[in-house]
């Protein structure tokens, strides 16, 4: 897939609205943001037909098989704007044509002059040629614009929105709402027309932030449960006494700060050496020879396989075979962290014991000692003692894992969220 070239896709099919909704993303496809590709797909079937405008490249080599069902069209931005320098000064042209465009660009040029003073980086000026190219080659079928992530791609959006006269609408999710400045976010909300959110902590940040509090909505993400089925499963009778049949521990997420994954490895450390476990991770990430080396210096290597980036049908396998999930989120030291990561909805739906950290929206989810056990974050003690009771009584992990489960499928079935994105675009374009 090539710059500026489109992925073939039939766009749409018999009795759908004439419109498109653009989707701008940071990176697509990307294996980390199921729960965005799943939105796609579910927006598709609810009837409306997308064109999506990437930032970015795709990386991982794997795809999730609801990529491959997503119809829209695919145009990436130059990620680089020395990259393309042709392609750019081409979209000047095409705007510089356009009466109302040109006005735009000069409110465009506006807003990046006042960008620069309080950020001289290069990146402002990428992000005011990206939305130069964007509004260049906006789709003539195309009549609004949805952004995924309130950092970079937002600053892109508001300057293609001025150059194309567009509205433009906004999913926030995790690093964009927490690593930003209150001032940064405020202005992108007030020019937005709504902004949705996945966790409720996010939501009240935002809502203290935007300019018109009643236009930041709630709607998590849920799950595509067609997708991700009940599954029977066979009671465990493992306890961590069988060193031959080990408790199997299971963890999906990057290797980044934000995810945990030293505490996981300082805590395991703290288990008794007699205790039976074996650990298993999917997911890549700039942390992972680090994570490596301190699992060897902690004399943990051999109980652990790191798996790497994987596609979705082996996250439901690995959460199929395993006895516990894992994932003890923590806030960075620059202040991401996550929302509800999309791994532990996926692990509680088919009824595996989760433990998490008390923080986002991960307490949305879980409730310690109902459906699955809470710790407070960066506390490697506290995670131990959790996995070690954990370990050690089936019958405990079998009573979350069930209840964490029911609670998923009653209160987290995706189909709510598309519904509520549907009715939302419904206020400001056609949808069907």
Known sequence: MTAGREVPGDGGGAGRPAARLVVLLKGYPRLSETFIAQELRGLERAGLRLHIFSMRHPTDTRRHPVHDEIEAPVTYLPEYLHHEPRRVLRALGRVLARREARRGLWRALALAAREFRH????????????????????????????????????????????????GWTVSAHAKDIWTQSGAEIAAKLGEAQWCVTCTRAGWEHLRALAPRPGDVHLVHH???????????????????????????????????????????????????????????????????????????????????????????????????AADLFVLPSRVAADGDRDGLPNVLVEAASQGLCCIGSAISGIPELIRDDQNGLLVPPDDPQALARAIGRAIRDPALRARLGAAAEQTVRSQFDARAGIDRLCRLFSEVRPCG
């Open 222 to 320: 849920g799950l595509d449960l067609d997708r991700f089925a009940h599954a029977p499963r066979a009671p465990s009778a493992r306890d961590g006494r069988d060193p031959a049949d080990p408790v199997r521990i299971a963890s999906v997420g990057r290797l980044v700060p934000k995810k945990g994954y030293e505490v996981a490895l300082r805590a395991l450390a703290l288990l008794p050496g007699d205790l039976a476990w074996r650990l298993d991770h999917i997911g890549g990430g700039p942390e992972s020879a680090r994570l490596a080396g301190l699992a060897r210096s902690l004399r943990l290597a051999d109980r652990i396989r790191w798996h790497g980036p994987q596609a979705q049908a082996e996250v439901l396998a690995l959460c199929r």
């Open 119 to 166: 950020d001289p980086s290069r990146n402002r000026l990428r992000r005011l040629g990206q939305g130069l190219v964007l509004a260049a080659e906006w789709p003539a079928d195309a009549d609004w614009l949805h952004v995924h992530f309130l950092h970079t791609p937002a600053s892109v959006a508001r300057h293609a929105s001025r150059m194309t006269g567009t």
